[in-house]
């Protein structure tokens, strides 16, 4: 096979935390070289001048929901691989919160068959913890590991049988896998819409307290220090939960946490007049959790950033705000997204791509993540400064509940590479 030379970029490293000028080789799917700035190409190669643009690895986006299977209307494999290559995804990590629920080596081997045939992104499947997300009896985990699940986890259920979820928790440590769990306390949480506080007061939307989240990650925590086991919490989203996670940390537990990009991006008081599509689970926070979490990203404490990608379809976000369905669609919205982060001087660069790739990767044992010889050549290029007007009617995805629809927004993905090949060009 020909190989593919990329000059005149600005490389992200999340690895060496820098940003440089240069360029890398690519051979066969893989990156076989990195390049000083002005080095010329090997003869015989493809060249990409990259016009002093960012070159990063692809995001790797852990808590992907595709549709498939029970709601295609919602989402497919293909409408979600398109969104994700357009956004600069390069793997999404499927959530198994579907119709039915992704809980057997056969409904697992359905949805990765699907995904290889319809998506021109990579796909990699995560899988139930208990049968059914019904919190009573744990799903065959050996089985499913050997089916491809990279991760287990009940999505937004929680697992209120302590002594199930438990159970669970060693079966999973004595096989080595990892656990993704939504730190809330459920019954705090049931029928909630919005964070308590006086904005949720004077909208009279049934409301939770922040302190929900910190007593379902103690629990947790709890949970973890007994068994040992492997524990990702999927969105840690207020202050008052930090430093739980940061002690959990630094007494040696195998935990680590992730946020979303909407709740680093957005917060309660953006639901406005009702805003359905701003309405997610767990609900937006007050500016200052929201400054917290951005800060606990930028210092590590919190390690991934993901976007959530939640479709619903029309008629269930037009319905009241308490009615409405939760959940936001971001595959393609989550790189210009970021970088209200990156302008606002948060989080640089590097960092974030910490967060959003190698930090994921890491976590789930995949190769991506990383600008390295030998590693995947699972790339996006994008000008993080260029400015564009969000409109959801040219989402790819099926669904465009998007919370940031007329929104003026920077950052545009310019291509996107999957094993060195481009899955998506803007024209």
């Known amino acids: 096979m020909s190989a593919t030379t990329f000059l005149n970029a600005r490389l992200i490293d999340p690895e060496r935390g820098t940003v440089t000028t240069g360029g ?42 595709v549709c498939e299977p029970g709601e295609r209307h919602k989402e497919s494999y293909r409408s979600a691989g398109l969104a994700a290559a357009a956004g600069g995804v390069t793997t999404m990590v499927t959530r198994p919160d579907t119709t039915p629920a992704i809980d057997s080596p056969e409904t697992l081997e359905f949805v990765t068959r699907r995904a290889n045939e319809a998506a021109p992104v990579n796909v990699v499947p995560m899988a139930a913890l208990t049968k059914g997300r019904a919190g009573r009896e744990m799903t065959e985990i050996g089985f499913l590991m050997d089916a491809g699940a990279v991760a287990f986890t009940d999505c937004d259920r929680v697992v209120t049988d302590t002594k199930v979820f438990s159970r669970a928790l060693t079966y999973a440590r004595s096989l080595g896998a990892l656990v993704i769990a939504h730190p809330q306390e459920p019954i705090l949480s049931l029928g909630a819409a919005a964070t308590s506080g006086k904005f949720a007061s004077l909208r009279g939307l049934p409301a939770v307290s922040p302190m929900a989240e910190r007593m ?212």
């Open 24 to 65: 890398l080789r690519v051979e066969d799917g893989v990156i076989t070289a990195l390049l000083p700035a002005q080095a010329p190409a090997p003869g015989g190669d493809t060249v990409i001048d990259c016009g002093l643009r960012h070159l990063a690895p692809g995001i790797v986006d852990i808590g992907v929901k």
């Open 216 to 427: 379902g990650l103690d629990r947790d925590i709890a949970l973890i220090e007994m068994t040992r086991a492997r524990y990702h919490a999927d969105q840690i989203t207020t202050a008052r939960a930090l430093p739980a996670l940061q002690r959990a940390k630094a007494n040696g537990l195998d935990i680590t946490a992730g946020t979303s990009i909407h709740h680093l991006t957005l917060n309660a008081l953006d639901v406005a007049d009702y805003r359905t599509f701003f309405k997610l689970k767990p609900p937006l926070r007050d500016e200052e959790d929201r400054l917290a979490v951005a800060e606990a990203v930028a210092s590590g404490l919190i390690d991934v950033i993901s976007s959530m990608h939640t479709p619903q379809d029309e008629e269930s976000k037009r319905l009241p705000f308490e009615e409405a369905a939760s959940g936001a669609v971001a595959l393609e919205t989550f790189l210009p997204a970021a970088m209200r982060l990156y302008h606002a001087g948060l989080i640089d660069l590097p960092v974030l791509w910490r967060a959003m790739s190698l930090n994921p990767a890491t976590r789930l044992g995949l190769p991506g993540g990383r600008l390295a010889v030998g590693a995947p050549a699972d790339l996006v290029l994008f000008d993080p400064d260029a400015p564009f007007l969000m409109d959801r009617a040219t989402l790819r995805s099926k669904s465009r509940n998007t919370p940031f629809d007329g929104a003026r927004m920077q950052g545009k993905v310019l291509a996107t590479y999957v094993a060195g090949h481009a899955v998506y060009e803007r024209t």
